[in-house]
């Protein structure tokens, strides 16, 4: 892994790549106005970009740059402050003071959702498998400015970790959490979600591991498991989600009650 900085750094910037590169295990090359492109040919590794404002990371030549953004979560939260019913919190029954877990972070939208209702009582988890996609997920909910400063404060609370999912409900006691949740990469393409497209190549589409992730999570939950899938998808009926129908939308929400 590259860390470095864009073509005419601040010293701020360098002090931040150089910081970041401590933390990753990573190696600090200064950009000398050099092109992604050039670097990526010359050293043959992910690259991440350092800014004052974004953390960049291009995982090949040609790749467009994975960055932290808050994503559909804003205009969910303002909705969501005047007064409207989310539909993943309505489809969880989650409550202030509820802990939620994410078992498939990504973007961490869900989460910033999960961690508003829950409030500074409640408590949100996020997992992500990719070791680099959570780093940067977790210093872009840390530093996010927002004009919605609920949202800010819900963002600052969510603790994400890297590692598989199923591995981390294989640690947890017994009813440890109020509500899990899973939203995998939809198997079918749906347009709308284009938000996401720079976590595909990301992802992970193991149904065998998402079946396992389902019946541990049986074990770990309170009150319920929340999948959020193409509205055609087999999952729902395979592993025993009742699925909701949202006419309006191609993503459905389906829930097991435990």
Not at 123 to 132: D, F, K
Not at 193 to 200: F, M, T, V
Request: proline share 4%; aromatic share 12%.
């Amino acid at each position: 892994m590259i860390i470095t900085t864009a073509g005419r750094p601040s010293e701020k910037s360098n002090i931040m790549a150089i910081a970041v590169a401590k933390e990753l295990n990573a190696q600090f090359i200064k950009r000398n106005k050099k092109s992604i492109n050039k670097m990526y040919e010359t050293y043959q590794q992910p690259i991440i970009v350092i800014t004052e404002n974004r953390y960049e990371y291009y995982f090949s030549a040609d790749s467009e740059p994975f960055f932290f953004h808050p994503n559909s979560s804003a205009f969910r939260a303002k909705r969501m402050l005047g007064g409207e019913k989310d539909p993943l919190i309505s489809a969880a029954q989650f409550q202030k003071g509820d802990s939620f877990l994410d078992c498939t972070a990504g973007m961490g939208s869900d989460a910033i959702i999960a961690s508003l209702a829950a409030g500074a009582e409640g408590r949100v988890i996020g997992i992500e498998c990719n070791p680099v996609v959570a780093y940067l997920v977790q210093n872009g909910l840390r530093s996010w400015k927002s004009e919605i400063k609920p949202m800010e404060d819900a963002m600052k609370r969510i603790n994400i970790y890297a590692m598989d999912h199923l591995e981390y409900l294989k640690m947890q006691p017994d009813q440890s959490f109020d509500v899990i949740y899973f939203d995998p990469m939809f198997t079918e393409s749906v347009l709308s979600s284009s938000g996401i497209n720079h976590l595909r190549p990301h992802a992970a589409y193991s149904t065998t591991s998402l079946e396992l992730a389902v019946n541990e999570a049986k074990r770990v939950g309170r009150k319920r498991i929340v999948l959020k899938d193409y509205f055609r998808s087999h999952r729902f009926k395979e592993f025993g989600f009742t699925q909701m129908i949202r006419p309006s939308s191609k993503q459905h929400y389906g829930f097991i009650e435990l």
